[in-house]
């Protein structure tokens, strides 16, 4: 289960008190995060570092130099890290601070380094939902504050919802317009050139689109489980039915473990063939979703394995996405 231990303020203020007044103001999207549910099971550590990573120029739709100087743009997380790169292009300088999936977002104490690399960003994007908060309260200690994406509060969720939002293709679609609009308030003179980021984002992303109405074509009454809440807003969004045992479902969204008996009605389901695809978050680790996993398998139910951060390996949002997608669409066949 993921714990969410308290993030050392005073220690992560300290650092970025010695670095500020060299970051600059902007007009806020969103306000503080709320606290989210996790998933049940915990990282698995020998899947990828973690780490800071600072990567700029790397949208190869950008045909033209930046109009203006490039805008300091941090992230929390990598599963937005590339959705931000895209639309920022050449006119932004991005930061994703967890990038890798042996870090727990719901856990992570930036290192003094990381709370360093806040200071002098214009712009800080966020997931929110208690999912990371330790990035909301680095930018608690801003003088003066940046302008923030609050992903959660971009797509009007609150206290209590799945965090995993990036499986949301409406969710995915409000985050990135949100970036948008915020970098071209930030950087007026580069308002075109967002623009056509934002056309040539949307059209990478038309795989993703057709891939998830070539599963929505499908016959109805579909029926998935999963050993965690990851998947949902992307399950939901292709018209499956969860049939979850909810005792299951509270207890990960509690973090703690399911009893005997909610266990064994997931197995049952899976035996009977009521359920007809499991989804299981490979980055997780521990003796209950692979036991539940095994069981699928061993009754013929496909099994379709998902990540909840990007991959190793992976070089683009969208790549990650429609990968899984396609396991999808085949075991649905």
């Known amino acids: 289960m ?17 670095t500020a007044g060299c970051s600059s103001t902007g007009s806020t999207i ?6 989210g549910t996790a998933g049940a099971g915990s990282p698995n550590p020998s899947t990828a570092p973690t780490g800071a990573t600072s990567r700029q120029d790397t949208t190869p739709n950008a045909d033209g130099p930046c109009p203006v100087a490039p805008i300091s743009v941090v992230v929390s997380v990598d599963q937005w890290g590339d959705v931000v790169e895209q639309l920022g292009g050449k006119c932004t300088n991005v930061t994703t601070i967890i990038s890798g999936s042996s870090a727990d977002p719901h856990e992570y104490e930036p290192t003094p380094g990381d709370a360093a690399k806040f200071t002098g960003a214009k712009l800080v994007v966020f997931n929110g939902l208690d999912y990371d908060p330790w990035a909301e309260k680095a930018v608690e200690t801003l003088s ?13 969720l609150g206290e209590g ?17 949100a970036v948008s609009a915020e970098l071209t308030t930030l950087a007026p003179g580069a308002a075109t050139y967002f623009e056509q980021q934002a056309v040539a984002w949307d059209s990478a992303m038309r795989p993703y689109r057709d891939e998830i109405a070539a599963i929505k074509k499908a016959p109805s009454g579909r029926t998935y489980a999963a050993t965690e809440s990851v998947f949902d807003y992307m399950a939901q969004a292709v018209g499956l039915k969860d049939l979850t045992p909810t005792g299951y479902q509270n207890a990960a969204a509690n973090e703690s473990d399911p009893s005997p008996g909610d266990v064994n009605e997931f197995q049952t389901a899976l035996k ?18 692979e036991q539940i996993r095994d069981t699928a398998t061993s009754a013929s139910v496909p099994v379709v394995n998902v990540t909840e951060t990007v991959p190793p390996g992976t070089t683009s949002f969208v790549d990650w996405q429609v990968a899984q997608l396609q396991d999808l669409r085949k075991a649905l066949a």
Do not use: M
């Open 144 to 156: 003066p504050k940046p302008a923030v994406v609050n992903g959660g509060e971009v797509v009007g």
């Open 161 to 177: 919802d799945n965090p995993h939002i990036w499986y949301g293709p409406d969710y995915v679609s409000r985050v990135s317009k």
């Open 272 to 289: 009977d063939k009521t359920i007809n695809v499991l989804v299981f978050n490979t980055q997780t680790e521990g003796a209950i979703p």
């Open 2 to 18: 993921r714990p969410h231990p308290p993030i050392l303020a005073l220690a992560l203020g300290a650092v970025l008190a010695l």
């Open 30 to 35: 969103a306000g503080p995060a709320t606290t």
